[in-house]
């Protein structure tokens, strides 16, 4: 194929490309719902919503980042922002420790179902006494109940 010819299916390649993301950035709502998850800074949030005073360890990770580990008074919260990673499979994942209870769970995930859960754009992560939420709209969801025995 002549030098000539890759050009002219480079640009029409291109053009093609451009044309698609402008309608469909043009088209897009305020609140990211019909975004292209791949274009959207997603935030994650993990927020301590214990009573008493209770201190909030908060250790999360991705397997190519770990965000260290962070002690949370009553309501503060650790937060990061990223971009999907270009090859796929972008994952988070956190433990969540108080007094005598642990848990381990995906803050995010890579998939459809949990971009709708974060409501395109923020997952929000409470920690109450019962367990660990999900924001979805303005309800939290219990996700994930607190498990009994010593950290790590």
């Given at each position: 194929?002549s030098y000539f010819c890759?050009?002219?299916?480079?640009?029409?390649?291109?053009?093609?490309?451009?044309?698609?993301?402008?309608?469909?950035?043009?088209?897009?709502?305020?609140?990211?719902?019909?975004?292209?998850?791949?274009?959207?800074?997603?935030?994650?949030?993990?927020?301590?919503?214990?009573?008493?005073?209770?201190?909030?360890?908060?250790?999360?990770?991705?397997?190519d980042n770990d965000l260290?580990?962070?002690?949370?008074?009553?309501?503060?919260?650790?937060?990061?922002?990223?971009?999907?990673?270009?090859?796929?499979?972008?994952?988070?994942?956190?433990?969540?420790?108080?007094?005598?209870?642990?848990?381990?769970?995906?803050?995010?995930?890579?998939?459809?179902?949990?971009?709708?859960?974060?409501?395109?754009?923020?997952?929000?992560?409470?920690?109450?006494?019962?367990?660990?939420?999900?924001?979805?709209?303005?309800?939290?969801?219990?996700?994930e109940e607190w498990k009994?025995?010593?950290?790590?």
């Open positions: 194929m890759k050009n002219v299916i480079f640009f029409i390649l291109f053009q093609a490309i451009a044309i698609t993301l402008l309608i469909d950035s043009s088209s897009c709502e305020s609140n990211n719902s019909h975004q292209d998850p791949w274009l959207i800074t997603w935030h994650v949030h993990t927020v301590n919503g214990l009573s008493n005073g209770k201190i909030l360890l908060v250790h999360c990770k991705s397997k260290g580990i962070h002690n949370l008074t009553v309501d503060t919260e650790f937060s990061w922002k990223f971009k999907l990673n270009f090859f796929g499979g972008t994952l988070f994942w956190c433990y969540m420790a108080h007094d005598n209870f642990h848990a381990t769970l995906d803050v995010f995930r890579e998939i459809e179902g949990f971009f709708d859960e974060c409501n395109y754009g923020d997952c929000i992560w409470t920690a109450k006494d019962d367990g660990i939420y999900l924001r979805k709209g303005n309800v939290d969801q219990l996700r009994q025995g010593g950290l790590w």
